[in-house]
Each structure stands twice: as C-alpha cells, then as structure tokens.
Nanobody, 120 residues
Framework: QVQLVESGGGLVQAGGSLRLSCAASGRFSSVNVMGWYREAPGEQRESVAVMTYRNFTKYSDSVKGRFTISRDNAKNTVYLQMNNLKPEDTAVYYC??????????????WGQGTQVTVSS
C-alpha cells in the first residue's frame, strides 16, 4: 500500500508564494515519477508538474516560470514551490506517484489533496 501525504496548502494573496510538500510511504519502486495535479471547482483535473527520479521535469504552460517541482529521493518527498500566485491557481492540489512507464502522468497513486486559495 502506498500513501501520499500532502502539506503546505493555505490562503495567500495574489503575488504571494506557497510551498507544498508530499511524503510517500509504503512499497514502491525508486524508479518512479512524482507529480502534482490540481482541480478547481467546475473544472477538469489538470497536471501541474511532474518529475522523474532522475529530475526530468514537465510543467503545464499555465505555471511555467512560476512553479518549481523538486524532490528528495532519500526522503521519498516531492515539493512544489509556487511563486507569483494568481487567483486562477486556486484549487485542490494532489500529489501523485507512478512508475516510470506512467510518464508524463504519474497517476498510479494519489494523495488526499490540499487546498490552495489565492485571494485577489
């Protein structure tokens, strides 16, 4: 069983920053992809950023230049640094993990989600 536990969400003003963290536990391959998705009310869930165990990354166009994904393989943890936040970034953010074959989706396992709210 794989567990993903997110933390770091909250309320921030437009232009501010937040850092999300996600710790993975359980049995899974170290050769993996970890990522972040988000889902806003009334919208489809979208991939925000994904990163392989060798630090290859992919970002959605809407967050390029503002968000940075990183990971600590020794701690099985992935981070999402979010800068210059906009109201349209408001969503529930989900941490995900998948085998390398799931690239670029990394959607085999999901966390419970953490709310990010950006006020204007």
């Amino acid at each position: 069983q794989v567990q993903l536990v997110e933390s770091g969400g909250g309320l921030v003003q437009a232009g501010g920053s937040l850092r999300l963290s996600c710790a993975a536990s359980g049995r899974f391959s170290s050769v993996n992809v970890m990522g972040w998705y988000r889902e806003a009310p009334g919208e489809q869930r979208e991939s925000v950023a994904v990163m392989t165990y060798r630090n290859f990354t992919k970002y959605s166009d809407s967050v390029k230049g503002r968000f940075t994904i990183s990971r600590d393989n020794a701690k099985n943890t992935v981070y999402l640094q979010m800068n210059n936040l906009k109201p349209e970034d408001t969503a529930v953010y989900y941490c995900t993990l998948g085998g390398l074959g799931s690239w670029p989706y990394a959607d085999d396992y999901w966390g419970q989600g953490t709310q990010v709210t950006v006020s204007s």
